[in-house]
């Protein structure tokens, strides 16, 4: 039991990169909601802090040595790389950006264009298209989540996005025009980051970079 505990120290202490751990509970599942003793545990949940101040809460299942999950703030700011677990699995929520905010919304980058997601034969206009085959509103919808922080303290709010989809289709400077809480305004971030085109935007059949600005609301029901 002894060596156990101390392999497992060493990889803890690996992982977190020599941060402080502040806490350790141990738990009987991946839900994390029963508590047990060191011995009878199957997940242990460490809580640290590196140098730099930001708090790590990590999950592990102990037998496997896997991440079940892994959050981190720097105060209220998401940051890093997290480790999300849901219904099917676990996936990878990539936080590690900056923030940038700029009142400024965008001018017309091409006149005569109201909705650059829908191809214009009139003016010879192709349109870009989210890669997967969804629309912008379906891809936000799909992909956003309700930050947990924000849920547990009814926080809500509107932010409104401005970004360019460059001549090579890739999503580029993406800046907050108005905000509302850090967290809320960091996961709507990173889900614009994330977008992907199968195609740039096209006029007269040459590539374009087009300025868009995009609200997303999170809003408890």
């Known amino acids: 039991m002894i060596r156990s505990t101390l392999t497992l120290l060493t990889l803890l202490l690996t992982t977190l990169g020599y941060a402080q751990v502040i806490s350790t509970k ?14 009878k545990a199957k997940f242990v949940e460490t809580v640290s802090k590196d140098k730099t101040g ?15 999950s892994s959050e981190t703030y720097k105060d209220e700011e998401p940051y890093g790389i997290w480790i999300y677990q849901h219904s099917k699995g676990t996936d990878e929520l990539d ?14 980058s091409i006149p ?10 009139k003016l010879k206009y192709r349109a870009p298209y989210v890669e997967n085959g969804l629309s912008i509103d379906m891809f936000i919808a ?23 989809i460059s001549e090579q289709g890739n999503t580029e400077n993406v800046v907050i025009v108005r905000g509302s809480h850090i967290v809320l305004d960091k996961e709507a971030s990173r889900v614009v980051r994330a977008l992907k085109f199968s195609n740039p935007p096209m006029l007269n ?5 087009i300025c868009f600005t995009l609200p997303i609301a999170f809003q408890l029901k």
């Open 26 to 39: 141990y738990y009987a599942n991946e839900w994390s909601d029963k508590e047990v003793s060191q011995e």
């Open 112 to 121: 005569g264009v109201t909705d650059y997601f829908a191809d214009n034969d």
């Open 54 to 68: 930001a708090v790590t809460t990590e999950l592990r299942n102990i037998k496997k040595n896997t991440i079940v």
């Open 142 to 164: 799909k992909n956003v989540l309700y930050p947990v922080m924000a849920r547990e303290n009814g926080i809500e709010g509107k932010i409104i996005l401005r970004f360019t």
């Open 205 to 209: 059949g040459k590539r374009q970079n």
């Open 95 to 108: 936080y590690n950006f900056p923030l940038n905010y700029d009142p400024l919304t965008c001018e017309d």
